[in-house]
């Protein structure tokens, strides 16, 4: 599995032909519209999660099915460009 993060979506792709397993519209979940276009970046957790980080909010995704695990908004701080580090134990 491939991850994408672009343009306020995230992509599941398929590793050996590139075709798209599912995707994600940010801006379309509940409170995440400022995500429309914004940049995405993804971090991986392990084989089945990973993490993603857009305008002020921040994801868990599963790899299977590209369903929210839960969402995190912290645009209050600011609307700025989000980043990331997953610390793995």
């Known amino acids: 599995m491939i991850v994408v993060g672009h343009a306020g979506h995230i992509f ?6 590139g075709r798209a397993c599912w995707s994600i519209d940010l801006a379309s979940l509940d ?21 993603a980080a857009c305008a002020g909010h921040v994801f868990r995704i599963s ?10 908004n912290l645009r209050q701080r600011g609307s700025s460009e989000t980043s990331m580090a997953v610390i793995k134990k």
Not at 12 to 17: I, K, P, Q, S, V
Not at 33 to 51: H, K, L, R
Not at 66 to 72: F, M, P, V
């Open 12 to 17: 599941g792709l398929e590793a050996g032909t």
């Open 31 to 51: 409170h995440c519209s400022d995500c429309a276009g914004e940049p995405v970046e993804i971090q991986p957790m392990n084989d089945a999660t990973a993490y």
């Open 63 to 72: 790899l299977k099915d590209g369903s929210i695990r839960w969402h995190s």
